[in-house]
C-alpha cells in the first residue's frame, strides 16, 4: 500500500437498498419506515426484507408458513414477487447512473459498478449524494454508493457505508489509503467469508488457518492463496490490497441460453396443462429472443416431480433437439416443444415444474442467407413471419403482456405458480397503472 490515492482508479459499487421491498414502497408511500418482505416463486420462501423486517428477527430464506402468524401480529406486509416491476425499475435506475460516468457496468439488477478516475477534480463524496439524490428523486430508489480502488473495495466500502448513519449511505475508502492502519482498521471490521468472491467454502478454510478477517486475507503470502484458493483468490487477495485485477465490462456477456421455468401453484397431473405450461413458457422465452435480435438453434424441454415429496413417485427428465434452421418464430418453437413434451411426460405423476430452454443463441441478422431457402421461396416466407411476430410484440408491449396469445398457451391457466400477494404491473401494463385520486 505505498502508492498514493491519488495515483489510484476510483470504482465506485452502487447498490440498490433492499431493493424488491424499495421497488413495492415507490408505489406504496404508506409503507415506508414500515416492515415489508417479498416472497419467492409460489409464495415460498422470504427472498427480501426491508430494514425493519430484519430487525424483527425475520430470516432471509424462511418459508413463510412458519413465520405467517408472527407477521400478521407486527404488521409486516407481504409481497409476492413482481419482476416484470423489478426489471423495470432497474432499467430506470441503471439509465440515471449511466448519466454519472460514461464508464459502466450493470452487474446485477441491484447493483453496478462506475469508473470515476475523471471526476478526481471533484469532491466524489458530495458527487456520490448528489447521484444518490437524483436516483432517489427519479425513480423513488435508495441506493448506498462504496467507493475504493478496486472492485473489491469498492464492494466493502459499501458494506461499510451502510453499516455507519454518519456516512449518509456513502463511504469511499480511498480516503483512508494514505493511512495504513485506518485502513486494516476497516477491514478488520468484514469478515473473510464476507469479501466478493470468498464465498462458503472459502470462508470454512480460511477459518481453519485462523483466517477471520478482510485484513487478515490481505496480509496472506501470494503462494498461500494461489495454491488453496487458485489464481481466482489471488486476485481478490490483490484487490485488497489496492491492485485493481478486475476493470469494468461495459458490454454484457453473450447470452448463451434462454430458460423459462416456474414450479406449478399445485401439482399437475394431466398432459394437457402441462402442454399448456410448455407453451406459456416456449411464448415467454421466444419473446426474449426477439427482443434481443437472436435465433436458437437448440430447444430443451425438462419435467420435474417434487423431489421433497418423498412418498410420491418421482420423476424427473430433460430432452433437447437441434433445429433444421435457427428461429425465433414461435409457431415452430411451440411445435418443438410439444414434440419434446410427447417423448417425456408419463401418466401417473404429480408434477411440480416444467421448464422448457433455448439454447445454441446467435444474433439474428449476422449470418448469411442459404441458398437452397432463397431458391424455394423460404427467406420471403421468413420475412412474413418476422412481420407477424412484430406485429404481436408490438401489440402486447402497448396494450400489456397477454394481449395477443398463444392458443396453446391455455386461457385459465389454472396451474399457475402462486402470487397471492403480488403487486400490480405499475410501470409495464397500461391496465394496471397507478391511479392518482
Keep these: 500500500m505505498t502508492v498514493a490515492?491519488?495515483?489510484?482508479?476510483?470504482?465506485?459499487?452502487?447498490?440498490?437498498?433492499?431493493?424488491?421491498?424499495?421497488?413495492?414502497?415507490?408505489?406504496?408511500?404508506?409503507?415506508?419506515?414500515?416492515?415489508?418482505?417479498?416472497?419467492?416463486?409460489?409464495?415460498?420462501?422470504?427472498?427480501?426484507?426491508?430494514?425493519?423486517?430484519?430487525?424483527?428477527?425475520?430470516?432471509?430464506?424462511?418459508?413463510?408458513?412458519?413465520?405467517?402468524?408472527?407477521?400478521?401480529?407486527?404488521?409486516?406486509?407481504?409481497?409476492?414477487s413482481n419482476y416484470a416491476l423489478y426489471g423495470d425499475m432497474s432499467s430506470r435506475v441503471m439509465q440515471v447512473l449511466g448519466s454519472f460516468s460514461p464508464d459502466m457496468e450493470v452487474y446485477s439488477i441491484d447493483e453496478a459498478f462506475l469508473r470515476l478516475d475523471g471526476f478526481r477534480s471533484r469532491d466524489l463524496a458530495r458527487y456520490a449524494q448528489d447521484l444518490r439524490g437524483q436516483v432517489a428523486q427519479w425513480t423513488g430508489i435508495p441506493v448506498s454508493v462504496g467507493m475504493g480502488p478496486t472492485r473489491t473495495l469498492a464492494k466493502i466500502a459499501g458494506r461499510v457505508g451502510k453499516k455507519i448513519p454518519a456516512c449518509e449511505g456513502v463511504f469511499d475508502i480511498s480516503r483512508y489509503w494514505d493511512t495504513p492502519a485506518a485502513v486494516d482498521r476497516i477491514l478488520d471490521t468484514v469478515a473473510a467469508g464476507d469479501v466478493w468472491g470468498v464465498g462458503r467454502r472459502y470462508a470454512d478454510m480460511l477459518a481453519g488457518h485462523r483466517v477471520h478477517t478482510a485484513r487478515q486475507l490481505r496480509d496472506m503470502p501470494d503462494y498461500w492463496v494461489r495454491k488453496h484458493m487458485t489464481v481466482t483468490g489471488l486476485h481478490t487477495v490483490l484487490e485488497l490490497r489496492g491492485i485493481s485485477c478486475m476493470d469494468l465490462d461495459a458490454a454484457p456477456a453473450p447470452r448463451r441460453s434462454i430458460v423459462s421455468s416456474r414450479s406449478f401453484g399445485r401439482p399437475v397431473e394431466t398432459y394437457a396443462e402441462a402442454h399448456e405450461a410448455v407453451a406459456d413458457y416456449m411464448t415467454r422465452a421466444a419473446e426474449k429472443l426477439r427482443r434481443e435480435s437472436l435465433v436458437a438453434h437448440t430447444v430443451g424441454v425438462v419435467v420435474r416431480t417434487n423431489s421433497f415429496k418423498k412418498e410420491e413417485a418421482q420423476y424427473s427428465s430433460f430432452q433437447t433437439r437441434n433445429l433444421a434452421r435457427p428461429t425465433d418464430y414461435t409457431p415452430f418453437l411451440l411445435q418443438e416443444g410439444k414434440a419434446l413434451l410427447d417423448a417425456l411426460f408419463k401418466e401417473g405423476y404429480r408434477y411440480k415444474k416444467v421448464g422448457v430452454m433455448l439454447s445454441g443463441l446467435e444474433p439474428k441478422y449476422g449470418g448469411q442467407y442459404n441458398l437452397l431457402d432463397c431458391m424455394t421461396g423460404e427467406t420471403d416466407r421468413d420475412k412474413a413471419r418476422d412481420t407477424l411476430m412484430r406485429a404481436t410484440d408490438a401489440i402486447n408491449a402497448r396494450f400489456g403482456r397477454g394481449t395477443v396469445e398463444f392458443a396453446a398457451g391455455g386461457v385459465k391457466k389454472e396451474w399457475q405458480m402462486r402470487q397471492e400477494f403480488r403487486s400490480p404491473h405499475y410501470t409495464t401494463d397500461w391496465k394496471e397503472l397507478a391511479v392518482v385520486r
Design 5 to 80: 490515492a491519488s495515483s489510484l482508479p476510483v470504482y465506485a459499487l452502487v447498490d440498490c437498498n433492499n431493493f424488491y421491498c424499495s421497488c413495492e414502497r415507490v408505489f406504496r408511500p404508506d409503507l415506508v419506515n414500515r416492515p415489508v418482505v417479498v416472497l419467492s416463486n409460489n409464495d415460498g420462501c422470504v427472498i427480501a426484507r426491508s430494514n425493519e423486517a430484519k430487525t424483527l428477527g425475520i430470516p432471509m430464506g424462511a418459508p413463510y408458513y412458519k413465520h405467517k402468524q408472527m407477521m400478521e401480529r407486527t404488521g409486516t406486509t407481504v409481497f409476492s
